[in-house]
């Protein structure tokens, strides 16, 4: 069974970048695809952005394509989700996920097995 750990959240204003990371351990790295969820108090918890095993597909939310960024470095057991002109509708509580399935990169949030504590990020106006 494999932990996560996110960190990288924080208060930033509007226009700036943030990059999240979450590490894993207790599980081989490469056997899972990756994902980044956030939520807001009292809306669901929904898809950011989406890696297979080996970074070679990627999938994003609309809201967030041509400004976020996934990455992964399996060499290091991390997960990165790279976050530039931030808005005010970004804040929330973003999750790390992993996928069994390690050649897909699902934006369903049933389809991931494992789940990260959280990390907050605030986006001022």
């Known amino acids: 069974q494999v932990q996560l750990v996110e960190s990288g959240g924080g208060l930033v204003q509007a226009g700036g970048s943030l990059r999240l990371s979450c590490a894993a351990s207790?599980?081989?790295?490469?056997?899972?695809?990756m994902g980044w969820f956030r939520q807001v108090p009292g809306k669901e918890r929904e898809f950011v952005a989406g890696?297979?095993?080996?970074?070679?597909?990627?999938n994003y939310a609309d809201s967030v394509k041509d400004r976020f960024t996934i990455s992964r470095d399996n060499a290091k057991n991390t997960v990165y989700l790279l976050m530039n002109s931030l808005k005010p509708e970004d804040t929330a509580v973003y999750y790390c996920?992993?996928?069994?399935?390690?050649?897909?990169?699902?934006?369903?949030?049933?389809?991931?097995?494992?789940w990260g504590q959280g990390t907050q990020v605030t986006v001022s106006s």
């Open positions: 890696i297979n095993w080996n970074g070679g597909r990627s």
């Open positions: 996920a992993a996928d069994r399935r390690e050649w897909r990169a699902s934006v369903t949030v049933s389809d991931y097995h494992y």
């Open positions: 207790g599980g081989a790295f490469i056997s899972y695809a």
